[in-house]
């Protein structure tokens, strides 16, 4: 069975720090550019950060561009997100996406068809 299982999302005060993580099964996420979107209540899906399938090229949106690190652990078939300095506009549930598209650079902002999507991690700044 073909899934990706968010994990990692939480309540944080401002300036806190979380690492959601995205699991992979039933395929292997070696072959796909790897994406985090969020979507904040009462707002369109955003993406957020990518990285290519070859090489581990990164892009970021700026809103997150120097808080957000996007990695891939393929021996795991995992993908993470470093999530630093986080403030209270960064409240949405963040999903990870598995983007047939294999290249070596990718651009965050790319809102294109995923071949698989996870059922999301919320996340929650607030003091």
């Known amino acids: 069975q073909v899934q990706l299982v968010e994990s990692g999302g939480g309540l944080v005060q401002p300036g806190g720090s979380l690492r959601l993580s995205c699991a992979a099964s039933?395929?292997?996420?070696?072959?796909?550019?790897m994406r985090w979107f969020r979507q904040a209540p009462g707002k369109e899906r955003e993406g957020v950060s990518c990285?290519?399938?070859?090489?581990?090229?990164?892009s970021y949106a700026d809103s997150v561009k120097g808080r957000f690190t996007i990695s891939r652990d393929n021996a795991k078939n995992t993908v993470y997100l470093q999530m630093n300095s986080l403030k209270p506009e960064d409240t949405a549930v963040y999903y990870c996406?598995?983007?047939?598209?294999?290249?070596?650079?990718?651009?965050?902002?790319?809102?294109?068809?995923?071949?698989?999507w996870g059922k999301g991690t919320l996340v929650t700044v607030s003091s």
């Open positions: 996406a598995a983007d047939p598209r294999s290249g070596y650079g990718c651009y965050a902002g790319f809102l294109g068809g995923m071949d698989y």
């Open positions: 039933g395929f292997t996420l070696n072959y796909y550019t």
């Open positions: 990285i290519s399938s070859i090489g581990g090229s990164t």
